[in-house]
């Protein structure tokens, strides 16, 4: 069965630090993964997801993600950290039938300092 | 084109009562889902469909059912609800295999 595993439950960044947050998959063929942010009190917003191809993924709001197939992972990343990007994120894979629904993962919540 | 909307945002019900929340989208989208999200715990998928009267169980099925007879709607029937289901629960649509989904804005449930 499909899982996904979110390292770090709670990071805290500088604002105008760089971030990378951790996520690991498993999945038993070519994963569909993606990268979903939840500020407080909102909704889900899709920051980039990956299918095939280049395995280096552009992004909303300036991250980007890495998929990695030898090590089962999907970081996202972003070079400077701005203060609103203090949210939750949350790792999914593909899921269902045919990838028609999603396996989160448990999220990690970014503070960022001044 | 309202997207995906969930009624009520917000709900109180008493251990044993029953009630349906709503999900509707108006996208023409194919594939729906439920989610509901507790603390520490992320988003876990309760059932899915893939079509008008296709569905299929997730992650957490158990005390939830639902049922797909139009396109647009996806309803999730709780049929005797425990203090266990109090959570937010998020609808989701999308127009394809592995494409983007769209999230309603979530019903805030809680079960006394």
């Known amino acids: 069965a499909q899982s996904v595993t979110q390292p770090d439950i709670h990071i805290t960044v500088s604002e105008g630090a760089s971030l990378e947050l951790r996520c690991n998959y498993s999945?038993?063929?070519?994963?569909?993964l993606f990268w979903y942010v939840q500020s407080p009190g909102q909704g889900l917003q899709l920051l980039l997801k990956?299918?095939?191809?280049?395995?280096l993924v552009q992004g909303i709001k300036g991250f980007e993600a890495e998929f990695k197939r030898s090590q089962s992972s999907f970081n996202l990343r972003k070079p400077s950290v701005h203060w609103s990007d203090a949210a939750e994120y949350f790792c999914?894979?593909?899921?269902?039938?045919?990838?028609?629904?999603?396996?989160f993962g448990k999220g990690t919540t970014l503070s960022v300092s001044s | 084109n309202a997207g995906v909307t969930q009624t009520p945002k917000f709900q109180v019900l008493k251990t044993g009562q029953s009630m349906t929340l709503q999900c509707a989208q108006d996208?023409?989208?194919?594939?729906m889902s439920w989610y509901r999200q507790d603390p520490g715990m992320g988003l876990r998928l309760i059932h899915y469909?893939?079509?008008?009267?296709?569905?299929d169980q997730g992650e957490v099925p158990n005390g939830y059912n639902v049922s797909r007879s139009t396109t647009e709607d996806f309803p999730l029937r709780l049929l005797s609800a425990a203090p266990s289901q109090t959570s937010v629960y998020f609808c989701?649509?999308?127009?394809?295999?592995?494409?983007?989904?769209?999230f309603g804005p979530g019903t805030r449930l809680t079960v006394l």
């Open positions: 469909s893939v079509g008008a009267g296709i569905t």
């Open positions: 999914a894979v593909g899921a269902g039938q045919a990838g028609t629904a999603l396996i």
């Open positions: 990956y299918f095939s191809g280049d395995t």
């Open positions: 989701a649509s999308s127009s394809a295999v592995y494409n983007e989904q769209f």
């Open positions: 996208m023409n989208h194919e594939y």
């Open positions: 999945y038993g063929a070519t994963p569909y």
